[in-house]
């Protein structure tokens, strides 16, 4: 059956229309198997836009930037995307894999392996591994790059630091890109310090706040428009965009985009308790609640009500303060963010038996993208005192981000 036919037949199964989503679910968000969605979003991601960007791929060889979160919505539950562009006859050549892996089940920080798809039996090429960059001769052969991945809207949160080299490097090789955009849970502000750049590296890569209020597609024309690719190079660059989206609709995400990002909760905690990934205390990792807590050991108990005692689990093979008793705070009943907070992290830091013992300072540095954030912490400096001191810089770039939204 000639391409187009198939592709006729098969978009007229999928469902575009999504029931509305309100508030901030506290359920745990689907994983990594096959699911129904009780309450599907009316927000149309990029992918599901197939008649945008179908015609793009026809008689080319397509590489794909994918993970877990890389799917297609139907009526109940959803289908990946290279599964479905595999069966409607897109030449894919090779897949190329994030942190995480392409079905997302590695750790934060462990190396992602070459190897093949069980299910396509297509060549999976780690990006979170030996190189981090695709490589020209990975790139070889390739007519289009496709780059779907879920984000959070984080700077230190490494999908678009993939995003970025991989961008790059399909300009270095005259390969176009074809960014399938997603929703930002966390893209309704824009606050938090802005990174250095003598702080660049693949927790930061480009000088944004470390919330930045941009979905894939337009972080990506910021990533052309800007210069800040390698050397100023652009690429071929097109965003198949979302249908029914503003940057203040609340979106539930239906798969985890991480291991260690459970649930909603977790997602809109994670600008203000990833800075403990740059810390000795632990975020909730080896629990079933990451990113909805933190605490350790020799945090102060008589300050803290709340204890827990961090054990490997999925997700977290050697979690921080591993087999001890954390004294901390419990926030899984928290509602959506619309701030970054530095609260807990300087109540943590003030009820540290031992300081000496708190901060991993070059992690801690990567984290905010400057040395400055410590000291603030470490002097004593209120939340209101530190936040003031990153206005002008927020200012600045949100001058710049008018110039690459796409959505409200």
């Known amino acids: 059956m000639p391409f187009l036919s198939i592709f006729k037949s098969t978009v007229l199964l999928l469902v575009l229309v999504f ?31 197939m008649d945008l960007y179908l015609s793009n791929l026809k008689e080319k060889r397509v590489g794909i930037v994918a993970n877990q979160t890389s799917v297609i919505f139907k009526e109940k539950g959803y289908t990946h995307l290279v599964d479905s562009l595999v069966s409607l006859g897109v030449d894919i050549q090779k897949v190329f894999a994030p942190e995480h892996g392409f079905r997302g089940e590695a750790d934060a920080g462990e190396h992602v392996k070459d190897g093949f798809d069980t299910k396509t039996k297509l060549p999976i090429v780690s990006l979170y591994g030996k190189n981090r960059k695709p490589s020209q001769d990975q790139l ?27 961008m790059e490097a399909c300009a270095e090789k005259g390969v176009p890109v074809l960014v399938l955009d ?13 990174m250095k750049m003598e702080h660049s590296g693949f927790l930061g890569m480009t000088p944004i706040p470390l919330v930045y209020g941009l979905t894939m597609g337009e972080y990506a024309q910021m990533l052309n428009g800007e210069g800040w690719l390698k050397d100023s190079i652009q690429v071929e660059l097109k965003v198949i965009p979302l249908k029914s989206y503003t940057h203040q ?27 403990f990934e740059g810390t000795n205390v632990n975020a909730g990792r080896g629990t ?4 909805q807590r933190y605490g350790a050991s020799f945090l102060d108990s008589t300050h803290y009500d709340f204890s827990y005692v961090p054990q490997p689990n999925f997700g977290s093979k050697n979690p921080k303060e591993q087999g001890k008793t954390c004294f901390g705070k419990d926030l899984s009943q928290s509602e959506r963010m619309h701030e970054m907070s530095l609260r807990w992290i300087i109540d943590a830091y003030q009820n540290t038996m031992d300081k000496s013992k708190f901060f991993n300072t070059d992690g801690f540095t990567k984290h905010a993208g400057t040395p400055l954030l410590q000291q603030q912490i470490e002097s004593g400096l209120s939340e209101q005192e530190i936040k003031a001191s990153w206005q002008e810089d927020l200012e600045q770039f949100n001058k710049i981000r008018k110039n690459y939204l796409i959505y409200e």
């Open 19 to 49: 029931s509305s989503c309100s508030g901030q679910s506290k359920k745990a968000i689907g994983g990594h198997k096959g699911m129904e969605l009780d309450t599907l979003p009316k927000i149309v991601v990029g992918a599901n836009n």
């Open 140 to 166: 070889n052969g390739l007519d289009i790059v496709v780059f779907d991945i879920q984000d959070v809207g984080v700077r230190f949160y490494t999908y678009i630091a993939t995003l970025q080299l991989v």
């Open 182 to 194: 997603r929703p930002n849970p966390n893209g309704h502000y824009v606050d938090g310090p802005t």
């Open 249 to 275: 609709s609340a979106y539930n995400l239906p798969i985890r985009p991480s291991p260690n990002l459970p649930n909603d909760t977790a997602i809109t905690l994670y600008p203000s308790l990833g800075l």
């Open 288 to 291: 079933e609640y990451q990113f």
